[in-house]
């Protein structure tokens, strides 16, 4: 976030607010908290761009040669890579099921889903969730702060981006030093990009053609996706110590069992969030 300021501060691109004589355009302009709209639509220009004459051509190619379950495969060891941040997240939300769901999700498929490949987690009874740096400062109370279109990362906001900062800081991979080290960092972002865009091409489409002012309704999307997923890690309240191994559950619900005989059991216990974090998280403002 230090290093994007001064590139900010380069355009000058702040937002002119109403005059206090209309306070139906002043309630406007709060609620769409985004003083620095002029930049902020000179980036989507920007990545719109790269979007539209340089991903989407690769990612069409891509979806038209890679069969299916080679890009499905892709897309699960892209995933897989994030799994460890995702679980710091998840201990600082103090969710300790989720944790524990995203240990057995990198268990499982990093040995039986060959590194990740095969999502062998999912029917065990392990599914997949949200859970980064942006949601966890929400949960302690930040609150989402001014909208910001990022160079190259696309729809933010200040939480999120010092949300992103703080996921490079405890991801592995932004300490580890080994040959190949730097060609493995740069395929993973191109990697990711591709897959990405190959996922909501249709999507980014669809509402490109629909909408009157498409980065208004990208800003609208993101804090909507944003909340969701805020509200999401809010209500899971499942109990701290799951009974993941045996059969069947008090009501003879089946409980998750671990394929192909492993016996790893994981002991997890609650995990208070830092004195700092206390208070309700506030919505998300990608």
Request: charged share 15%.
């Amino acid at each position: 976030m230090l290093i994007l300021l001064p590139v900010l501060g380069l355009f000058a691109g702040c937002a002119t607010p109403p005059p206090a004589s209309d306070p139906d355009a002043v309630a406007d302009f709060k609620a769409t908290n985004d003083p620095l709209e002029p930049t902020n639509r000179f980036f989507y220009a920007v990545n719109d761009g790269i979007l539209t004459y340089a991903l989407t051509p690769v990612a069409r190619q891509y979806q038209a040669l890679v069969p299916r379950p080679v890009r499905t495969g892709i897309h699960n060891v892209l995933n897989n890579i994030g799994m460890p941040v995702q679980f710091v997240d998840d201990v600082l939300e103090a969710k300790p099921r989720r944790a524990g769901d995203t240990f057995m999700r990198f268990a499982i498929n990093t040995t039986f889903g060959i590194g990740g490949v095969l999502d062998l987690a999912k029917p065990a009874g392990y599914p997949d969730h949200n859970a980064d740096g942006g949601t966890t400062l929400a949960l302690w109370g930040v609150p989402a702060g001014p909208y910001l279109y990022l160079p190259v990362f696309g729809p933010s906001g200040l939480r999120d981006g010092v949300g992103r900062g703080m996921d490079a800081a405890y991801n592995p991979f932004t300490w580890l030093s080994f040959d190949g080290s730097n060609s493995f960092g740069w395929s993973q972002a191109g990697l990711g990009a591709l897959d990405q865009t190959a996922a909501h091409l249709k999507d980014i489409e669809q509402v490109k053609a629909g909408a009157l002012d498409p980065y208004a309704t990208f800003r609208s999307l993101y804090r909507q996706l944003r909340v969701s997923q805020v509200q999401a890690i809010r209500n899971d309240r499942r109990a701290t110590v799951p009974d993941w191994y045996s059969d069947a559950g008090p009501n003879g619900a089946t409980k998750p069992q671990v394929p192909l005989g492993l016996s790893v059991r994981p002991v997890l216990t609650p995990l208070a969030p830092p004195l700092a974090a206390q208070g309700p998280r506030s919505s998300a403002g990608h």
